[in-house]
């Protein structure tokens, strides 16, 4: 990995001055947000729509009237100790600083609410900016106007119930179809296994609950601006199945038609293949690590 220099920058983020001078924000995490910022001013080559009996996208024709852009995503594979909590705060603040003054934070636990608040306020943010979404029922709306919308992968996965919106729903509905904020999947090794396939001890896996949800939620909001964020993100295939913003497969510069297609790939070249998929996209400016 270090010896593939990732594509020179022209992206300069809005961030105070104080971050720096005080020390608040490394060169290194720095570094993160100019490349996620970079990597997010794209889209992805072609047109594309929503199948809607799977969380899957397909590549359309330009003049079909529900094709649409889908934006590139980033990924932050920094290992423990990095700082990859105030790194994920930077890059919101910095498109909070831009005007997108909704995002969503995903992570593990609820008990990791208190590490975002921690990170968000270690880089000048207000730890009541950051809001737990189990705040609200289920059947509720969403009763702030800006700041950081705080949930679980459990929570996201939780499914419509008689007349009360799926959670997905819920969070769609406060952030809009067109939102062009930050989604900050932290912890996304949570999604691993998102289209199914996997091997097991008991033979082939099934989609996990979690992974579908969150290709679901990327789906829904194709002007989303999705940062990845996993210290095991190049370990197996399955823990890059839910990083459809990569263009790692299905667009017509993709270097693997389908998702299955990439899975079975990577399978037959293990860690060998996976850590070429990292130098790759690391070349192409999308992963640092």
């Given at each position: 990995?270090?010896?593939?220099?990732?594509?020179?920058?022209?992206?300069?983020?809005?961030l105070?001055?104080?971050?720096?001078?005080?020390?608040?924000?490394?060169?290194?995490?720095?570094?993160?947000?100019?490349?996620?910022?970079?990597?997010?001013?794209?889209?992805?080559?072609?047109?594309?729509r929503?199948?809607?009996?799977?969380?899957?996208?397909?590549?359309?024709?330009?003049?079909?009237?529900?094709?649409?852009?889908?934006?590139?995503?980033?990924?932050?594979?920094?290992?423990?100790?990095?700082?990859?909590?105030?790194?994920?705060?930077?890059?919101?603040?910095?498109?909070?600083?831009?005007?997108r003054?909704?995002?969503?934070?995903?992570?593990?636990?609820?008990?990791?609410?208190?590490?975002?608040?921690?990170?968000?306020?270690?880089?000048?943010?207000?730890?009541?900016?950051?809001?737990?979404?189990?705040?609200?029922?289920?059947?509720?709306?969403?009763?702030?106007?800006?700041?950081?919308?705080?949930?679980?992968?459990?929570?996201?996965?939780?499914?419509?119930?008689?007349?009360?919106?799926?959670?997905?729903?819920?969070?769609?509905?406060?952030?809009?179809?067109?939102?062009?904020?930050?989604?900050?999947?932290?912890?996304?090794?949570?999604?691993?296994?998102?289209?199914?396939?996997?091997?097991?001890?008991?033979?082939?896996?099934k989609?996990?609950?979690?992974?579908?949800?969150?290709?679901?939620?990327?789906?829904r909001?194709?002007?989303?601006?999705?940062?990845?964020?996993?210290?095991?993100?190049?370990?197996?295939?399955?823990?890059?199945?839910?990083?459809?913003?990569?263009?790692l497969?299905?667009?017509?510069?993709?270097?693997?038609?389908?998702?299955?297609?990439?899975?079975?790939?990577?399978?037959?070249?293990g860690?060998?293949?996976?850590?070429?998929?990292?130098?790759?996209?690391?070349?192409?400016?999308?992963?640092?690590?």
């Amino acid at each position: 990995m270090a010896s593939v220099a990732p594509p020179a920058p022209s992206y300069r983020p809005i961030l105070p001055p104080s971050l720096r001078d005080e020390g608040r924000i490394s060169d290194a995490q720095t570094e993160t947000v100019i490349y996620a910022g970079e990597a997010h001013g794209s889209h992805l080559p072609g047109r594309w729509r929503r199948i809607e009996a799977l969380p899957e996208m397909a590549l359309a024709r330009d003049e079909d009237e529900d094709a649409v852009a889908v934006r590139r995503g980033f990924f932050l594979g920094d290992g423990t100790g990095c700082g990859k909590g105030r790194q994920i705060a930077a890059v919101i603040a910095d498109n909070m600083a831009q005007g997108r003054v909704r995002a969503l934070w995903l992570s593990r636990n609820d008990a990791l609410l208190e590490d975002a608040r921690r990170d968000w306020t270690a880089i000048g943010g207000d730890a009541h900016d950051i809001v737990p979404l189990s705040s609200w029922k289920q059947e509720e709306a969403i009763r702030v106007d800006r700041g950081v919308l705080f949930a679980t992968y459990a929570t996201l996965r939780q499914p419509a119930r008689g007349a009360r919106p799926s959670r997905l729903d819920q969070i769609v509905a406060w952030l809009g179809t067109d939102f062009d904020g930050v989604i900050a999947f932290d912890e996304a090794h949570a999604m691993a296994n998102a289209a199914g396939g996997g091997k097991g001890a008991r033979g082939t896996k099934k989609a996990s609950f979690q992974g579908m949800a969150g290709l679901a939620l990327q789906n829904r909001l194709p002007d989303a601006r999705v940062l990845y964020v996993s210290a095991t993100g190049a370990t197996s295939p399955e823990n890059l199945a839910y990083a459809a913003r990569l263009g790692l497969w299905g667009g017509p510069e993709a270097p693997f038609m389908s998702r299955a297609d990439f899975l079975e790939a990577m399978d037959r070249g293990g860690v060998a293949a996976m850590e070429l998929v990292a130098r790759e996209l690391k070349a192409l400016g999308l992963y640092v690590a």
